[in-house]
Structure formats: structure tokens, C-alpha cells
């Protein structure tokens, strides 16, 4: 619950005191006290016939009661009991409730053995009933530790602050905003060194590519360099192993393995003399008659 949501239920009492006074202002802020569900009143306390009733010395203990229940705890009311009105059973319980949620606001961690102390209650079962309904009515919220005989605040409703009260919160905001810019400074020096570790590894990383690429130009440079220097090889001039000497005379006469762009050498042209083939029926002068005389 917000503080609207505890406003809203203060609403119709701030309502009716625009017109009540003296006794029936006084009756007002008895109804107000009782009534379900309204858990602050530094609005009703500012109110213009209600501040009246301080003055009055016959409605002083009402404006005081208000007071109480405004800024106070049932140990306050216990202190100076007198000075206020008597109070009906839902009134001391609506104050109990108060006072743990002041208590809570101090401290995280409640022992058993100081609210049954401070809160006036007799029995265990009776202080975790007075707990469980606080959390009901979202006065409080937390955990009971049967174990360890505590309870463990978790969220607590903010009361009404008392002028007197003013010093010590604007000191303890003081402190959280200190706290506060100290966190904001490491925070800051966290982002700045992970700023420059990030541009550190660009340039690195920059660097790297930039010798790599140096490197890449330098290879391909050296490569294109090896080939131009490198021989070119006569089609003709082709290696045929142990053989090579027979596929040499054979490339000579134009027989064999050869390139299918050469031309076939004639055996004319390196001073050989090849007998022509005889033609058909003819003996080629072979086995001529020889003649007499």
C-alpha cells in the first residue's frame, strides 16, 4: 500500500474538520484514532480548528492523543498515560501496530524479547497474532522466525514525522547522499578504465590487421617476382626418362611421342638416305638379269 492509499482513508475526517470545533473537533480526532485503516494524521493535526484545540484547556489531551498517534509509540503513551484520554481497545492496538512499524524503521531483525517488552504484550502466541495482522493491513511485512524467536522486517509503512524528528532525517539523507556520490564516483572510474581497455584492444587489434595485411602484400610481391623470373620451357624438349635416347632418335625422325603442334621432321633434312618403297610389280631393280659382257 502507498501513502495515497493511507491518505484516502484520512479523507472524510479531513472533511469534517473544516466544520467541527471544540468538543465536536475533539470528538473528531477520537473517531479518527479508532477507525480502521487510517494510520496517519499529520494532515489532520494541520488543520485549522484542530490546531485550536491546543490553546483550549479542556480539549489539550485530545490534541495531544492525536499527537501520539501521529509521532508517538505505546511506550510514549505508557510514559505519560495520564496525560491522555483513556483508550478503547482498538485504539491500543491500532498504536501497537505503529509502534512496531517504528520499530521496524530502526532496525531489520526484532526480537521477540523486545516487543513483548515495548509493545507490553504477555505471551509469544499473543505478539505473532499482533504480528500476522499487522501484515494483513500491509503495516508491516516480514517473516517470524519461531526458531531464533525474531521477526524479519521486510517493508515497513512510513509514519508522520514530528519537527523534532526533521534533524536527524536531513542528517541521514546527508549520509545516504554521500554514500550515494561515493558509488557514483567508483561506478565512474569502473566505466572509464573498461572505456579505455576497449580502445586499447581496438588498436590493437588494428594493428594486427595492418601487419597481416603488410605481410600478405609482401608474399604475393615475392611470388609474382618468382614467376617472372622463371624459364620458359620449349614445348619440344620433353624428358623421357631412361629411354630418353631412343625417344631422341625417335624424335628425330619424326616417330614417337611428340608435340601435337610440331611438325614432323624429314629425315632428308639431317642427311639420311631412305631407299623409296618399290611400286607395285616391280622389283625395284633388285633382281635384275645381269647381262653378258
Known amino acids: 500500500m502507498d501513502f495515497a492509499a493511507y491518505t484516502t482513508k484520512l479523507e472524510p475526517f479531513l472533511l469534517m ?3 467541527a470545533k471544540g ?22 493535526l494541520e488543520t485549522q480548528n484542530i490546531r485550536e484545540l491546543q490553546a483550549n484547556p479542556d480539549h489539550q489531551a485530545s490534541y495531544a492523543l492525536l499527537e501520539l498517534f501521529a509521532h508517538g509509540t505505546y511506550q510514549d503513551y505508557k510514559a505519560k498515560q495520564s496525560s491522555y484520554p483513556a483508550l478503547n481497545s482498538e485504539q491500543i492496538t491500532k498504536l501497537k501496530y505503529l509502534s512496531l512499524a517504528s520499530m521496524a524503521m530502526k532496525t531489520r531483525i526484532l526480537a521477540y524479547n523486545t516487543l513483548l517488552s515495548n509493545l507490553d504484550i504477555s505471551s509469544i502466541r499473543e505478539l505473532e497474532d499482533l504480528i500476522i495482522d499487522a501484515i494483513y493491513r500491509d503495516i508491516v511485512r516480514g517473516k517470524l522466525d519461531q526458531k531464533e524467536q525474531q521477526f524479519e522486517v521486510e517493508f515497513t509503512m512510513g509514519r508522520d514525522l514530528s519537527m523534532s524528528q526533521l534533524p536527524g532525517l536531513l542528517e541521514e539523507l546527508q549520509r545516504w547522499s554521500q554514500r550515494t556520490a561515493a558509488v557514483l564516483g567508483t561506478l565512474d572510474k569502473k566505466i572509464e578504465a573498461v572505456t579505455l581497455e576497449e580502445k586499447n584492444e581496438k588498436q590493437a587489434f588494428e594493428n594486427h590487421e595492418a601487419q597481416r595485411e603488410a605481410m600478405i602484400q609482401e608474399i604475393q610481391s615475392k611470388a609474382k617476382k618468382g614467376r617472372e623470373k622463371e624459364p620458359i620451357e620449349d614445348p619440344m624438349e620433353v ?33 639420311l638416305h631412305v631407299p623409296r618403297r618399290p611400286q607395285a610389280g616391280s622389283t625395284g631393280g633388285l633382281f635384275r638379269k645381269r647381262t653378258k659382257g
Request: proline fraction near 7%.
Open 239 to 271: 624428358d623421357e626418362g631412361p629411354n630418353s635416347g631412343a625417344s631422341a632418335l625417335g624424335s628425330l625422325l619424326g616417330l614417337g611421342k611428340r608435340n601435337k603442334y610440331a611438325v614432323p621432321r624429314s629425315p632428308s633434312r639431317f642427311g
Open 17 to 19: 474538520s473544516k466544520s
Open 23 to 44: 468538543a465536536a473537533a475533539a470528538k473528531l480526532i477520537q473517531d479518527a484514532t479508532t477507525a480502521p485503516g487510517v494510520y496517519v494524521f499529520a494532515q489532520l
